[in-house]
């Protein structure tokens, strides 16, 4: 059972340090709207290394299980537990006071989870708080307003929340808290743009960015953005690239756009730069020219933006970043060619993966039977379907001496399939069995044996069958 704590910094507080002469309230200002819940232990973790980072980049507000895990595996070395602090810049309108933490909580290899509602730029100085912040090991942004969290640049929050990146933590965060996650931030400090209005006129008063606040490893030269499908919101990221190009807020020539549907959708990056796409789809757009007309009160044209679509569980490299595998669009006097979110690549990468493709041979529904993926390549992909509601799918895999594997799985919404990592002798050494149809699952194991080691993936049923076909995605580094 999670046990929660609640500390507010309130008035009687601030009382209480003035009448000891005011010498505690110089150095711990008031912060009336400060709330702390801590969820789960109430001791921090203490440990020495931390095998991150790791960062997850959300379409809308909500954690999302399967990333959220593959970063509490990769930090934890899939070992021990950690402790993540949630900051939010507003409290919830309704239901639980901590609906990140609630979600945190229910995942393998969580010692605590605080959350904080920060509502002014003054609480990023508050001891208590870049004190939790420090001891965790994965920061998350909530959902909200990133001009708030953008106010944070410069206080010691930031410098909390760059410090457990540092020592091999992570962060991340959805909606607002995806924007915040990029090195140039759309703010939206005077008012959200729609498609239209930045393609309308890039330099709209609405455009803002805040630049040099977080610049994390591999992720140079990005503007994230959010609601990606739903909201339509392709338009404005060209502009923003645009506007990143044509301001110098970049280097190199070259822009890049990272926008996330919302839904489930979660972009997963890990310490070496590769990112893996979860749940809904995400897109990569690269301007990689000066813009033909961005100006202010004219529309912008811009040619040949390059777009990569991810799919659940392909993959983007983004430390070596492609030069293949993406659909070319262009913006004319404002207005953008058909079919933005879907496109022929001009060239093919390969597999989805990067890697080779292994398709299921029936019957492998036991250790003895698995299909042979010992000398696919990685990053491979191994596909296959839940043909009946028992149906187990084995694939052997072998793994060297400190070698790390994972697994990210892409499951239709005909079933509910679980996902295991077993040894030579049936004992299962990780596993990911998150509920309902339709649910990615994922996992990480690190061989410590000396030598080379075989063992067995089980893509298993747990609910409905189908023909429809899973994709797991399985890296070997």
């Known amino acids: 059972m999670s046990v929660q704590f609640l500390r507010r910094s309130a008035a009687p507080t601030v009382i209480a340090l003035l009448m000891l002469g005011g010498a ?51 930090i934890r070395g899939n070992t021990g537990t950690l402790d993540v602090v949630v900051l939010a810049g507003s409290a919830p309108t309704s239901g639980s006071k901590t ?10 290899g969580v010692n605590s989870c605080t959350s904080w509602t920060l509502t002014t730029a003054a609480d990023g100085t508050n001891s208590q708080l870049n004190s939790d912040i ?10 909200g307003d990133q001009c708030r969290y953008a106010a944070w640049k410069g206080t010691p929050l930031e410098a909390s929340v760059e410090s457990v990146v540092a020592k091999g933590g992570g962060s991340g965060g959805g909606s607002a808290g995806h924007h915040i996650n990029s090195p140039i931030v759309y703010d939206a400090c005077h008012g959200s743009v729609t498609s239209s209005e930045a393609l309308a006129d890039p330099y709209n008063s609405y455009i803002s960015f805040t630049t040099g606040m977080f610049n994390w490893p591999n992720y140079a030269n990005v503007t994230n953005d959010s609601h ?32 996330v549907e919302q839904g489930g959708g979660s972009l997963f990056v890990d310490k070496n730069g590769l990112a893996t796409e979860y749940g809904k789809d995400a897109y990569v757009v690269l301007g990689d020219h000066a813009p033909e007309q961005a100006v202010a009160g004219k529309p912008l044209t811009f040619s040949n933006y390059k777009i990569w679509r991810l799919t659940p569980a392909t993959t983007f490299d983004f430390k070596n970043r492609p030069t293949c595998g993406y659909y070319r669009r262009s913006v004319t006097n404002g207005v953008t060619d058909a079919n933005l979110y879907a496109g022929t690549p001009e060239s093919s990468c390969g597999s989805p993966s990067g890697g ?24 491979a992909t191994l596909t296959g379907s839940m043909k009946s509601s028992s149906d187990n799918d084995y694939f052997q895999v072998t793994l060297a001496s400190n070698q790390n594997a994972t697994v990210q799985c892409a499951i239709p919404s005909a079933y509910d399939a679980d996902l295991y990592l077993m040894d030579t002798s049936g004992t299962t050494l990780e596993r990911s069995v998150n509920d309902g149809a339709g649910t990615d699952e994922s996992l990480s194991f690190t061989r410590t044996a000396s030598g080379t080691g075989t063992y067995y993936l089980d893509v298993e049923a747990y609910s409905g069958s189908g023909t429809a076909p899973y994709s797991c995605i399985f890296t070997k580094s």
């Open 228 to 259: 990606f499908v739903t909201r339509d919101r392709m338009g404005r990221t060209m502009a923003f690239v645009a506007r990143a190009l044509k301001d110098g807020l970049t280097t190199g020539g070259a822009a890049w756009g990272v926008g």
């Open 99 to 108: 609906p990140e933490c609630d979600t945190v909580m229910t995942l393998t």
């Open 134 to 143: 420090r001891k965790a090991e994965f920061v998350y942004f909530a959902g």
């Open 356 to 379: 080779d493709t292994l398709s299921e041979s029936e019957p492998n529904d036991s250790r003895s039977a698995a299909d042979d993926a010992t000398t696919v390549a990685s990053p």
């Open 24 to 74: 505690l309230a110089a150095t711990e200002p008031a912060h009336a709207a400060a709330d702390r819940i801590r969820l789960g232990n109430a001791t921090d973790v203490s440990r020495t290394t931390w095998n991150g980072p790791a960062f997850t980049m959300n379409g809308d507000g909500s954690v999302v299980p399967a990333s959220m895990t593959r970063a509490i595996d990769d």
